[in-house]
């Protein structure tokens, strides 16, 4: 078992100098070669996809929204938690975020731009995606802005920026850092850019830690916003299943729930490949755990409380379609999400298990997976039996859907695995901070 101790001035500068002295060169490769494999699958889908056009999906009437959407939602609920346990934990001051908010919010930002590819690839005519943005133009024509199209082009858009801000102010000390301690030129050049002219006078620490909280500010607001946001524009429809006002706190539970699990898988792999037992510590995984269970537990009252709207709406429809989720056609995905979200989360009442890294990765890979059961539960549950018997109908995923989900993971990973090899997984200046203020408290 690791705590939480001061380290030395010679760990700090070899944990933040990963970059320059890469300790597993090996390991990366064989996982940079499967996150490319990935990549290929990704590439293969999108030209037949824009070959053949959307009719390769799996989407049909009745169910028109199938793959695309499950995966958007579930890719845009993982990029939720990284930016909100990193702003959260700056704003309320807890010390642990050092060694976790870097990874999180990068976590984030890949996360959602897998989720801004589905819109996009989606339209049918996919080069055409900027219509969507309102810009002036010889015809004057204004996109549509009832559609959940615009919704997407702001809401990703800005979500995106928010994010990517916060993680660059964010990283900039550690720009110059690396910058400094480059011997090549071109690392000199390139670190120093990023750097934009830090010196680490009083004045630009004071305008550093300004600007970093109002980003944490401005993220933590938008991800509440754009939650609340998709959730009712599927709460406000007429679809059974789906109009139900619990749906906002329900989608952002399980958003940041399945974005903590991402967050204990990805602690655990890199705690083990690069042993940083002594960054990420027990009392992290702990930390992580604790959350983790909470917002699960949560999750789990909301699927409580929809359960009971249904039960006492009365409504023939939303009782048709709780009897379906239960033992209909698609029950598997219900009880998958039950049972792989919550089953193994209840380990977590157990402290040795919170601080075991692997188990709780285990526990993250079942939740991961669970939510995305959930997410297609919700979807396609809602769609495939309708108010009215004529417009009934099944859906099952193409290959196609397969390969590009598939393919999008590796979107995921390819430019995450370039992180972990380039830029510093931690964040090294609060790192240094932080075992000071350790170091002076004993």
Request: hydrophobic residues 55%; glycine residues 8%.
């Amino acid at each position: 078992m690791t705590e939480a101790r001061p380290l030395s001035a010679e760990r700090i500068d070899v944990v933040t100098d990963l970059p320059l002295g890469f300790p597993a060169p090996r390991t990366w490769a064989l996982c940079f070669a499967f996150a490319l494999l990935l990549l290929l699958c990704f590439a293969v889908a999108v030209t037949v996809l824009f070959w053949r056009g959307v009719g390769v999906f799996g989407n049909n009437i009745p169910v028109a929204w199938g793959f695309p959407i499950v995966n958007y939602i579930w890719f845009l609920g993982i990029g939720h938690a990284g930016t909100l346990i990193s702003a959260l934990l700056l704003l309320t001051g807890v010390g642990k975020r050092n060694a976790l908010n870097r990874f999180a919010e990068t976590m984030t930002l890949f996360a959602v731009i897998c989720a801004g590819l589905y819109p996009i690839l989606h339209l049918g005519r996919p080069w055409l995606f900027y219509w969507t943005a309102p810009y002036p133009n010889t015809m004057s024509i204004w996109p549509q802005f009832k559609s959940p199209l615009a919704w997407d082009f702001f809401a990703v858009l800005t979500y995106l920026v928010a994010s990517a801000a916060f993680w660059y102010v964010g990283a900039i000390p550690d720009f110059a850092r690396l910058r400094d301690r480059a011997k090549g030129r071109l690392g000199q050049v390139c670190y120093g850019l990023a750097a934009l002219g830090w010196r680490g006078s009083m004045r630009h620490w004071r305008r550093w830690e300004q600007a970093y909280r109002l980003c944490a500010g401005l993220a933590v607001t938008m991800v509440f916003i754009i939650t609340a946001a998709y959730s009712l524009l599927l709460g406000g429809g007429p679809i059974p299943g789906w109009n139900s006002s619990i749906f906002p706190p329900y989608f952002l539970c399980g958003a940041v729930f399945s974005g903590f699990a991402v967050v204990a898988v990805i602690m655990a792999v890199l705690r083990r490949a690069f042993r940083l037992d002594d960054i990420l510590t027990d009392a992290h995984s702990d930390l992580i755990g604790k959350l983790l269970l909470a917002v699960g537990l949560m999750t789990a009252y909301g699927y409580l409380a929809d359960i009971f709207n249904a039960l006492y709406s009365g409504e023939q429809s939303e009782l048709e379609t709780l009897h379906d989720r239960i033992s209909g056609a698609y029950a598997w995905s219900f009880w998958g999400a039950v049972i792989c979200n919550f089953v193994p989360l209840q380990l977590l009442w157990l402290r040795r298990v919170r601080r075991n890294s692997l188990l709780l990765a285990a526990i993250g890979v079942s939740v991961a997976a669970g939510m995305w059961m959930e997410r297609y539960m919700l979807i396609v549950t809602g769609l495939y039996r309708d108010h009215l018997v004529s417009s009934w109908g099944m859906f099952q995923a193409s290959l196609w859907d397969w390969a590009l989900f598939a393919g999008m993971i590796g979107v995921f990973l390819a430019p995450f695995l370039l992180f972990v090899r380039l830029l510093p997984i931690v964040s090294g200046f609060e790192l240094k901070k932080a075992s000071e203020e350790a170091r002076h408290a004993r």
